[in-house]
């Protein structure tokens, strides 16, 4: 490898490989929230959001299912909510974020939204990283993707690949059962079928 980058006799300095990857993250990111601005600025009503391919259901459910009236919407009686138990309990403790008032809350909700699918851009970003032991370069591909920078704001889908990538870190560490509790299988059932 050379002596500038003999692992474990050359240090890195602040410049690690997982401090890199943040910073890659955190510059998609950016492109990501790039990408959006025609409708951060416009307003998602009508077909624009479909123009500008800037569509996201953070803003289109927050007035259409409830959120502004009633943080803990899809859970009421008769309530319609498109996303599973876990997802719907995500966005109603993020509605409960935004107070009321005289601004546009749509926005506020995608923006609240947003940081926290940043987070957990980081966190399989990270999580690819030490999955893939001596290739951690490798979550590079993740941190820069032009599909995750393009479409992780549409949903909340990255909970789901967090809570995943976090399972395949507990799977590649042989702990079977927190792998199983991370993508809601049982982790003993787990650890027979693989015998």
Request: glycine content about 8%.
């Amino acid at each position: 490898l050379g002596r500038h980058s003999s692992p474990g006799r050359i240090s890195p300095g602040f410049f690690t490989v997982e401090r890199v990857l943040i910073i890659l993250t955190v510059v998609a990111a950016l492109l990501a929230m790039a990408s959006k601005t025609a409708c951060r600025m416009n307003g998602w009503g009508g077909t624009n959001s479909y123009e500008w391919a800037c569509y996201s259901d953070w803003t289109a459910l927050f007035h259409a299912r409830g959120f502004a009236e009633n943080p803990f919407a899809p859970f009421a009686t008769g309530a319609e909510f498109e996303y599973p138990v876990l997802m719907s309990v995500v966005a109603s403790l993020t509605a409960a974020l935004i107070p009321a008032g005289e601004y546009d809350r749509a926005l506020a909700f995608f923006e609240v939204n947003f940081l926290l699918m940043v987070g957990l851009w980081m966190v399989v970003v990270i999580a690819t990283a030490r999955t893939a032991g001596r290739r951690p370069w490798d979550a590079a591909m993740v941190a820069l993707g032009p599909g995750i920078i393009l479409a992780a704001s549409i949903n909340w889908d990255m909970w789901a690949v967090a809570f995943l990538a976090l399972a395949m870190l507990a799977w590649s560490r042989q702990n079977t059962f927190l792998a199983g509790v991370l993508i809601g299988r049982d982790g003993e059932e787990l650890k027979r079928r693989e015998r």
